[in-house]
């Protein structure tokens, strides 16, 4: 395993984490279209209970109209407090990332709401999208961890969830 320097990861989380809530989003949707391959299930080591329970909350997610799906993923990364988001706060990192490529592999079968065919990335968003592309495999799911670890919302103990 190679040593992860902090501040490899920590200048691509910050400036990640200073996009607008739709750029976020579309720089997710740009990693999966361009690096998918790659990371291919992005959550090594994510157990059987994990991706039940993040086809779960998938599914949940699935259920709905395209646009409350888009109101759900801009919620994650506002870190609202909605019953979904307090139910994403409660999975680990690692069930996390695997929702969130659940969500891009829904996105592209059609089963999410699909990115915009002509959308554009910023040029902000397309030179952190290289730097991202120029990390080391576990640099990136450092990276990634650490950017899906704080979306959502704390979850709320016992009958408030």
Do not use: C
Request: proline share 4%.
């Amino acid at each position: 395993m190679t040593f992860v320097n902090d501040e490899t990861i920590n200048k691509p989380t910050q400036a990640f984490q200073s996009l607008g809530v739709d750029e976020q989003l579309a720089l997710f949707w740009f990693v999966y279209k361009e690096m998918g391959g790659s990371i291919t299930q992005a959550a090594p080591g994510a157990s059987t209970t994990s991706d039940a329970i993040a086809e779960g909350l998938f599914n949940q997610v699935k259920e709905m109209s395209h646009e409350e799906q888009l109101q759900v993923q801009r919620d994650l990364v506002e870190r609202k407090d909605t019953q979904t988001t307090r139910e994403y706060g409660s999975l680990s990192d690692t069930t996390k990332l695997l929702f969130w490529y659940l969500l891009a592999q829904g996105m592209n079968q059609g089963t999410i709401i699909p990115m915009p065919s002509d959308y554009q990335l910023s040029s902000e968003s397309q030179d952190l999208l290289n730097q991202i592309k120029g990390l080391e495999f576990d640099q990136q799911m450092t990276l990634f961890r650490d950017i899906v670890g704080p979306m959502g919302a704390e979850p709320k103990a016992g009958a408030e969830v």
